[in-house]
T-cell receptor, first 117, second 112 residues
Framework: GAGVSQSPSNKVTEKGKDVELRCDPI?????LYWYRQSLGQGLEFLIY????????KSGLPSDRFSAERTGGSVSTLTIQRTQQEDSAVYLC???????????????FGPGTRLLVL | GQNIDQPTEMTATEGAIVQINCTYQ??????LFWYQQHAGEAPTFLSY????GLEEKGRFSSFLSRSKGYSYLLLKELQMKDSASYLC?????????????FGRGTSLIVHP
């Protein structure tokens, strides 16, 4: 597709269940980012993938959160044993490699709205 | 961290001009971005500044002063559709990461 896509667009789950969120980046974008946005808050960085390098997991809030990126394209963010405080919008973005010191604009997907009951 | 600070909310009148400020603290500045985010939608790119000065793009302009750790986004001839959240993001490479850090955003309300 022309832009970043994410699925599902909305997810309601019960506390303690696991969820998987999917991101399809723009073709040719080797950099992929996951962010979390809670109501009235800024974007909180979670994890970053760049090509075949080891991912930067410095933003993951706990070991219940993990992500993988298969074949350098599609990424899945998994939240295990969900808690109510995990409720937020999870945004994925992709870009050209950001280490060239240039603009390397991030293009965001529409997000997945997660509600943990 | 980058300590990015923006006003939480601003209001303005249709047709007017509004300036949204962003201040930051970094030790390895490598670019500042402005994004627009309408309610319930994804952020979309507006502007990028890495050198001091003003970048103009139609009704929107962005200014940067690296020595002051300061940027602003200027919106002219405001339209109702400009009501949105405006996010300032700063890239600090002092720690070896090129990942931009976002501020909390400024919610702009444009009224008739």
């Amino acid at each position: 597709g022309a832009g970043v896509s994410q699925s599902p667009s909305n997810k309601v789950t019960e506390k303690g269940k696991d969820v998987e969120l999917r991101c399809d980046p723009i073709s040719g974008h080797t950099a992929l980012y996951w962010y979390r946005q809670s109501l009235g808050q800024g974007l909180e960085f979670l994890i970053y993938f760049q090509g075949n390098s080891a991912p930067d997991k410095s933003g993951l809030p706990s070991d219940r959160f993990s992500a993988e990126r298969t074949g350098g394209s599609v990424s899945t963010l998994t939240i295990q044993r969900t808690q109510q405080e995990d409720s937020a919008v999870y945004l994925c973005a992709s870009s050209l490699p950001p280490d060239r010191g240039g603009q390397e604009t991030q293009y965001f997907g529409p997000g997945t709205r997660l509600l943990v009951l | 961290g980058q300590n990015i600070d923006q006003p939480t909310e601003m209001t303005a009148t249709e047709g007017a001009i509004v300036q949204i400020n962003c201040t930051y603290q970094t030790s390895g500045f490598n670019g500042l971005f402005w994004y627009q985010q309408h309610a319930g939608e994804a952020p979309t790119f507006l502007s990028y500044n890495v050198l001091d000065g003003l970048e103009e793009k139609g009704r929107f302009s962005s200014f940067l002063s690296r020595s002051k750790g300061y940027s602003y986004l200027l919106l002219k001839e405001l339209q109702m559709k400009d009501s949105a959240s405006y996010l300032c993001a700063v890239r600090d490479v002092s720690g070896g990461s090129y990942i931009p850090t976002f501020g909390r955003g400024t919610s702009l309300i444009v009224h008739p």
